[in-house]
């Protein structure tokens, strides 16, 4: 049974780190990209980062945010600093393989909040 589950989200306040974890099992997690999208309220789910063949991040985290992965652990991450208030979204995790054998997988999110 594929699980992606995620961890790390909550309160922080303007400026601020958070660090989000992402634990997988059911699947083969060295063959699989890893990325993070957020979604905030209203708006559409949007790529935050991923890493695979190669390392991409939005625009609007580039030096701010840095996503690795530890594929002894099974384990994505996301280290997020100097949080901005436009921050705050629900994260999830994907673990998508593509071509021969396609499988996307989600995870059910974390909620990261910025706010004084």
């Known amino acids: 049974q594929v699980q992606l589950v995620e961890s790390g989200g909550g309160l922080v306040q303007p400026g601020g780190s958070l660090r989000l974890s992402c634990v997988a099992s059911?699947?083969?997690?060295?063959?699989?990209?890893m990325s993070w999208y957020r979604q905030a309220p209203g708006k559409e789910r949007e790529l935050v980062a991923g890493t695979g063949s190669s390392t991409k991040y939005a625009d609007f985290v580039k030096g701010r945010f840095t996503i690795s992965r530890d594929n002894t652990k099974n384990t994505v991450y996301l280290q997020m600093n100097s949080l901005k208030p436009e921050d705050t979204a629900v994260y999830y995790c994907n673990a998508r393989r593509t071509g021969l054998g396609y499988a996307d997988y989600w995870g059910q999110g974390t909620q990261v909040t910025v706010s004084s």
């Open positions: 059911g699947f083969t997690f060295s063959w699989y990209d």
